[in-house]
């Protein structure tokens, strides 16, 4: 396994949709999968998506309590009207946070590390990660999904004023 290299904003790799995996079980997607992994762990993120290590791919990874799944060629639909707001950071803007409004519950689905189909809801944290993720899949960030700039800061200046931020 190895530490990947992630890309930040502003490399091309992260402006456009990505590409389909057409073999989840090709050994260039597992490995990929166990490195994406252990550069998860090492940069301490919840999510991390292909495009993120300069792999222009529609697969991702995030971490659900202890345990860390991955999802390939995903799909993301909002599960009713309710939307919830949420800071949100990102491996590839490292240093700034900015408050989100994003669908409180998602419906997803797609393929696993086995290349088998999964399907799922979620809501909370999980479905926020999911749909950050997704958007990198799809040449987004947040900053694009903000309607309120002034709710974007730098972590220590956030952590300097908690009762502005909250």
Not at 60 to 71: A, I, P
Not at 98 to 125: C, F, K, N, T
């Amino acid at each position: 396994m190895a530490i990947l290299k992630i890309a930040r904003m502003g490399h091309p790799v992260l402006l456009g949709r990505a590409a389909e995996v057409d073999d989840p079980t090709a050994p260039e997607i597992r490995q990929l999968i166990l490195d994406m992994a252990e550069t998860l762990a090492d940069a301490g993120g919840i999510g991390l998506a292909a495009p993120q290590v300069h792999q222009a791919l529609r697969l991702f990874l995030w971490r659900e309590g202890q345990e860390l799944r991955v999802l390939i060629n995903p799909e993301i639909t909002p599960i009713g009207a309710e939307r919830a707001r949420a800071w949100e950071g990102c491996l590839s803007i490292p240093g700034l946070r900015g408050e989100v409004e994003r669908p409180a519950r998602v419906a997803w689905r797609g393929l696993d590390h086995e290349g088998r189909p999964v399907q799922g809801e979620a809501e909370g944290i999980a479905a926020r990660v999911l749909q950050h993720e997704n958007d990198h899949l799809d040449g987004l960030f947040y900053l694009s999904r903000m309607t309120d700039l002034s709710r974007l800061g730098f972590v220590e200046e956030l952590a300097r004023f908690p009762e502005e931020a909250a």
